[in-house]
């Protein structure tokens, strides 16, 4: 079975920054698409950002030219560099992964992390 955990979260005043990372563990052949969401208290989730084992990418508008989506694919890794943080960014953020468990998997699986809170308050 495969397991992602987040880490990175915490509290941060507006106009600073934090580094999210998540780690994808257990059975896994190969990872396709990796990314971040968030949920913010009473609304939808939404994507943040997504990156590609090709290194395309898509970002959210609101967190475009702030936040930096990357991934080190021999730890099975993927990152979430957040800049210039506004209290709207307040959210618990989960990681998500498109991974194949061996070569025999008949389709990739999508798989979340228990989430992490961020909050950006003074």
């Known amino acids: 079975q495969v397991h992602l955990v987040e880490s990175g979260g915490g509290l941060v005043q507006p106009g600073g920054s934090l580094r999210l990372s998540c780690a994808a563990s257990?059975?896994?052949?190969?990872?396709?698409?990796m990314g971040w969401y968030r949920q913010a208290a009473g609304k939808q989730r939404e994507l943040v950002a997504i990156i590609t084992s090709g290194g395309m990418l898509n970002y959210a508008e609101s967190v475009k030219d702030r936040f930096t989506i990357s991934r080190d694919n021999a730890k099975n890794t993927v990152y979430l560099q957040m800049n210039s943080l506004k209290p709207e960014d307040t959210a618990v953020y989960y990681c998500?992964?498109?991974?194949?468990?061996?070569?025999?998997?008949?389709?990739?699986?999508?798989?979340w992390g228990q989430g992490t809170q961020v909050t950006v308050s003074s």
């Open positions: 998500n992964a498109d991974i194949w468990a061996t070569r025999a998997s008949r389709v990739p699986l999508d798989y």
């Open positions: 257990g059975t896994i052949f190969s990872i396709n698409v």
